[in-house]
């Protein structure tokens, strides 16, 4: 079992920055990949960012790229989502997932992953 928290949501102007952090305990060394997700009332989750275990390979949505920097520690069991240049259409709960196991499949499904979060309310105001 890993466990997930979130945390360094709030609110911020247009054009601002934060870092999430997504703090992982429990069987922590089985962790394989993490990403990040977010998801809006009325609409599904979707891919954000993924970071590899040992962290040398990291991937981005369209939509975030140039502006977001998915990053880990392993020795803290922690990952981060620094965001940078926010815009309104960012406003979302920011979710943190892990999968444990090497195996096949789209990291930007989120059959992918097999722990969650609760999330951590992001605001950008115009």
């Known amino acids: 079992q890993v466990q997930l928290v979130e945390s360094g949501g709030g609110l911020v102007q247009a054009g601002g920055s934060l870092r999430l952090s997504c703090a992982a305990s429990g069987r922590t060394r089985s962790t394989y990949a993490m990403g990040w997700f977010r998801q809006t009332p009325g609409k599904e989750r979707e891919f954000v960012a993924r970071?590899?275990?040992?962290?040398?390979?990291?991937y981005y949505a369209e939509f975030v790229k140039g502006r977001f920097t998915i990053s880990r520690d392993n020795a803290e069991n922690t990952v981060y989502l620094q965001m940078n240049s926010l815009k309104p259409e960012d406003t979302a709960v920011y979710y943190c997932?892990?999968?444990?196991?090497?195996?096949?499949?789209?990291?930007?499904?989120?059959?992918?992953?097999?722990?969650w979060g609760p999330g951590t309310q992001v605001t950008v105001s115009s």
């Open positions: 970071i590899s275990r040992t962290g040398g390979m990291t």
């Open positions: 997932a892990a999968r444990v196991i090497a195996g096949s499949g789209s990291y930007v499904d989120l059959a992918y992953y097999d722990y």
